[in-house]
């Protein structure tokens, strides 16, 4: 299976056809929806069926075990292998993920701690921070620092690597609840030119203008070293 949304965050129709389809879920030849992960939710979108008819994918999620992408949908209809559809992705609510996505990387260099946790809807997103105890997080400074980053329109960008290049500069590794999968001969790094570079798998808007103007909804105490902070689009 293709899975174009890692080539091209931006393709928002694709055709292609069914290869199966029972109560799991839907598994298309090719396909543009971003499955749960890493935080970001997965995305939502309309079949157009061979007869006119639609079909809608409510939730798009990764097989743990075939790692096949199984699309959610609505209904009870099942669609025969090798039926052809028109997939549309519900590019409102992708292109937002992808605002907030990316923002939550600038985050991570206006706060340059580890990283213990992060999650994120179409409307905010959140990183927790491991953050030591005599280190106030102002509130205002990381929103001004935000915007100013966000106002540089910088160019984001792919770029392959190897776990074993990776495990040669561990600092790019922020997470520190979770690890890249250092065994594998390629891993996909994001680059924030000039700013930050790590491994991701989700998506991403191409410049940082594109995200807009963002606010610091809260920063919560969540244990002794823990700091939560909370960001939203303006
Ligand atoms: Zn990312």
């Not at 329109?153 to 190897?162: E, F, G, H, N, Y």
């Not at 790590?198 to 606010?215: K, L, N």
């Amino acid at each position: 299976m293709a899975e174009q949304f890692y080539q091209d965050a931006y393709q928002t129709r694709l055709a292609t056809r069914v290869l199966l389809h029972d109560d799991a879920g839907l598994v298309l030849e090719d396909t543009l929806c971003y499955p749960l992960g890493g935080g970001q939710p997965g995305d939502c979108a309309t079949l157009t069926l061979a007869d006119g008819g639609a079909l809608r994918v409510v939730d798009t999620r990764r097989d743990r075990e075939s790692r096949a992408i199984l699309h959610q949908t609505e209904g009870r209809l099942r669609l025969a292998p090798g039926a052809e559809v028109t997939l549309e992705l519900d590019w409102e609510r992708r292109y937002r993920h992808m605002r907030i996505h990316t923002c939550l990387h600038l985050l991570s260099v206006v706060l340059p701690f580890g990283v213990t946790g992060g999650n994120l809807s179409a409307e905010s997103g959140r990183l927790d921070f491991d953050v030591p105890e005599d280190v106030a997080l102002d509130k205002d400074d990381i929103e001004t620092r935000l915007n100013q980053l966000i106002a540089r329109d910088l160019p984001v960008a792919i770029r392959m690597s190897s776990g074993e290049a990776l495990k040669a500069q561990p600092e790019l590794i922020k997470t520190m609840s979770v690890t890249p999968p250092l065994h594998l001969p390629e891993i996909r790094l994001v680059e924030v030119e000039g700013v930050d570079l790590q491994p991701c798998g989700g998506t991403h808007v191409a410049r940082t203008g594109e995200i807009g103007q963002v606010q610091v909804r809260k920063i919560e105490n969540k244990g002794a070293r823990n700091k939560r902070v909370v960001i939203a689009l303006a």
